[in-house]
């Protein structure tokens, strides 16, 4: 298996533009999780699915962040507009069941920097 | 609120050496705790699972260990090599939840 597949590996883009993120899970995996990590912040969640349906997404900043899991194996983290605070490396993970008890498998994650 | 400390920040050895980093967490109600290696420019890859109930786990020349009344984990490495060299990050999930928090990170060094 290729593990978990983020694209793209970079993204510079100007402030207001739109911003979406791809990630490919693991097969046979059935739950997704966003994070974000910043040197000031860490590692942080942003949001996690199980069986395609956001479970938690309390994490999300603000109604500038979505994220979708159209079918059971791809996901989007969209942000419209960027800002330049939302420069950041973006890590999806994946694992089977979603219960704390499992592994997550983490992708390379996307480098965003927004001018 | 579940806050994970990890200490030191940094950490350089000669290679050979045998090493431990440190990693505290507040809220003991843990159900399991995550020790992940991020090399620079890399994801996450996760080293060591360890249950609520369990004390230790081990795998090759890593050995982490949890103490959950005291709120503490610790990670040793035996003889440490220079692909050792990453930062060490340790997890924790609260409670039958997947809101992780992870610790700030170890950044480790292994000098030839």
């Known amino acids: 298996d290729a593990g978990v597949i983020q694209s793209p590996r970079h993204e510079v883009t100007e402030m207001g533009q739109e911003v979406t993120l791809r990630c490919k899970l693991i097969?046979?995996?059935?739950?997704l999780f966003w994070y974000r990590q910043t040197m000031m912040r860490g590692l942080e969640l942003l949001i996690y699915?199980?069986?395609?349906?956001?479970?938690?997404d309390s994490g999300m900043p603000e109604d500038r962040f979505s994220a979708k899991m159209p079918n059971a194996s791809f996901s989007t983290l969209k942000i419209q507009p960027s800002e330049p605070r939302d420069s950041a490396v973006y890590f999806c993970?994946?694992?089977?069941?979603?219960?704390?008890?499992?592994?997550?498998?983490f992708g390379p994650g996307t480098r965003l920097l927004v001018l | 609120k579940q806050e994970v400390t990890q200490i030191p920040a940094a950490l350089s050895v000669p290679e050979g050496e045998n090493l431990v980093l440190n990693c505290s967490f507040t809220?003991?109600?843990?159900?399991?705790l995550q020790w992940f290696r991020q090399d620079p420019g890399k994801g996450l890859t996760s080293l060591l699972l360890?249950?609520?109930?369990?004390r230790e786990q081990t795998s090759g020349r890593l050995n982490a260990s949890l103490d959950k009344s005291s709120g503490r984990s610790t990670l040793y490495i035996a003889a440490s090599q220079p692909g050792d060299s990453a930062t060490y990050l340790c997890?924790?999930?609260?409670?039958?939840?997947?809101?992780?928090?992870f610790g700030a990170g170890t950044r480790l060094t292994v000098k030839p």
């Open positions: 997890a924790v999930p609260f409670y039958n939840n997947n809101d992780m928090r």
């Open positions: 809220d003991s109600a843990i159900y399991n």
């Open positions: 360890i249950q609520s109930s369990q």
């Open positions: 699915f199980n069986n395609n349906v956001p479970i938690d």
């Open positions: 993970a994946s694992s089977f069941s979603g219960t704390s008890q499992e592994t997550q498998y």
């Open positions: 097969s046979g995996h059935n739950s």
